[in-house]
């Protein structure tokens, strides 16, 4: 039994995410696996690094996948490529060991999210960032960033309800970069919660309109409760850029 481990580029904007619901066609794991049955002739199971929201994009995303069909993986690339909707695409496909997995052998995620601020909208970048249209104080969104840095209690950033799962993670980067109208803000950690990456960016902006106070991040983080954070922010900005490994 061979062991493919697949790079996948997706535009989110038409899909419901990444996990396969029921009958639904409207997820790119469902996309992806109803193509490799054409091509393999038998049903197969994709393993994601994880799930992104409906409308959230994916640069990196990894995923794998076992089978028993002796094709050559360049011929498997171009096939899924050929046969896949134009907003999904197989980057890359690699014969990897047999206890390779792409979720549970993930060592953290890379995330950004991108924010149109200007007052005036884009008519190219609306279905790819956030149109933000409040002025933003680039030193309190810095130092909010700054406090959130770290191994912390996140669930007050999510939308979880009660879990028996640790909800402890580490942001190893929280950075901003301006361009223009556009800022990106880079997220690098060990893993992350459901929504917290856009719950977070909904109280960066919020911080740096002046809508909430810098202390709120102290206070979400020791309260734990997720009304005390900022808005979540809708998922068309965020791009999962790349899954690290050992």
Request: glycine share 8%; aromatic share 10%.
């Amino acid at each position: 039994m061979r062991n493919i481990k697949l790079t996948v580029e997706y535009d989110g904007g038409r899909y419901l995410g990444w996990q396969r619901l029921g009958n639904s066609d409207k997820t790119i794991q469902g996309k992806i696996e109803n193509v490799l049955k054409q091509i393999t002739g038998t049903g197969i199971e994709i393993i994601g690094s994880g799930r992104t929201d409906a409308g959230t994009h994916a640069r990196g995303q990894i995923a794998n996948f076992k089978m028993d069909t002796l094709i050559e993986l360049p011929e498997l690339l171009s096939s899924l490529n050929h046969r896949l909707p134009q907003d999904i695409v197989v980057k890359k496909a690699e014969e990897v060991p047999e206890r390779f997995h792409a979720r549970y052998n993930a060592t953290g995620k890379k995330y950004r999210y991108h924010v149109w601020n200007d007052t005036i909208p884009s008519a190219f970048e609306r279905n790819y960032s956030f149109h933000y249209m409040e002025k933003l104080d680039m030193t309190l969104m810095n130092e909010a960033c700054r406090k959130l840095i770290g191994t912390h209690d996140f669930i007050g950033f999510s939308s979880l309800k009660k879990t028996k799962k640790s909800t402890i993670r580490t942001i190893d980067e929280l950075s901003i970069q301006k361009e223009g109208s556009m800022l990106y803000f880079t997220f690098v950690g060990d893993g992350f919660l459901y929504k917290m990456v856009r719950i977070i960016m909904g109280t960066l902006l919020e911080i740096g309109a002046g809508k909430l106070p810098l202390e709120t991040i102290d206070e979400v983080l020791e309260r734990k409760i997720r009304s005390d954070a900022g808005m979540t922010v809708p998922s068309q900005g965020l791009f999962l850029e790349e899954v690290y490994y050992r």
